[in-house]
């Protein structure tokens, strides 16, 4: 039986991954309130983020208590197929309330920005004052006019997998628990 392989390459290792992810909890942990700033992290891809982020936020000052809310945004159909960007899982509805809080919208990578722009817009329209989004990657053709407050690292427009992008040709959520990046294997 022949195997897919995992990757092409290993962009970024798994050690370089929790240095840049340890930089970024430093950074976030002077730069914010934790009482008035409230995370929201874009489900399924930013879960391998957002857990060694907050982690990494805890070990840098444990009296820094992070809100870590989640919900799901998409553009792809059943299928996987490109379509309409939509919510398919809100904030929970204790959440739905953001009057004068500042948002730190948490994503595994900006590639064009929609997605982003979305969940932003959407954060606005319940009353958040200011959204920042922070991503562990930017790709380098970002074309959108996306405005990203703090990414890990920059790479060319290539098909990644690991830490939250999957690879289906590998599995169904092939590398996304992976603690490294690598450009996926058929690009």
């Known amino acids: 039986m022949h195997k897919q ?3 092409k390459k290993i962009l970024f290792s798994e050690k370089e991954v929790n240095t840049k992810i340890d930089e970024m909890a430093a950074a976030i942990a002077t730069s914010y309130d934790s009482s008035s700033t409230v995370f929201v992290s874009l ?6 983020f957002t857990a060694k982020l907050m982690s990494a936020i805890w070990r840098y000052d444990p009296y820094f208590h992070p809100n870590v809310q ?3 945004v998409s553009r792809y159909g059943p299928n996987r197929e490109p379509g309409e960007t939509r919510v398919v899982t809100d904030l929970p509805p204790s959440y739905r309330d953001l009057t004068g809080k500042h948002i730190v919208l948490l994503d595994d990578l ?8 979305f969940a932003a817009d959407h954060l ?4 958040a004052e200011k959204v920042d989004k922070v991503v562990l990657i930017k790709k380098q053709k970002q074309s ?3 405005e990203v407050a703090m990414f890990g690292f920059e790479t060319p427009d290539t098909w990644l997998t690991g830490m939250g992008m999957d690879d289906e040709r590998v599995a169904a959520e092939g ?6 990046i690598a ?3 058929d690009e």
């Open 144 to 146: 959108t006019g996306t």
């Open 5 to 7: 392989p995992l990757y």
């Open 175 to 180: 590398n996304r628990w992976a603690g490294w």
């Open 124 to 127: 606005f329209s319940y009353g």
């Open 110 to 117: 900006v590639d064009g920005g929609g997605t982003l722009e």
């Open 43 to 48: 489900l399924n891809g930013a879960q391998p």
């Open 70 to 72: 989640s919900m799901i």
């Open 183 to 185: 450009v996926a294997s």
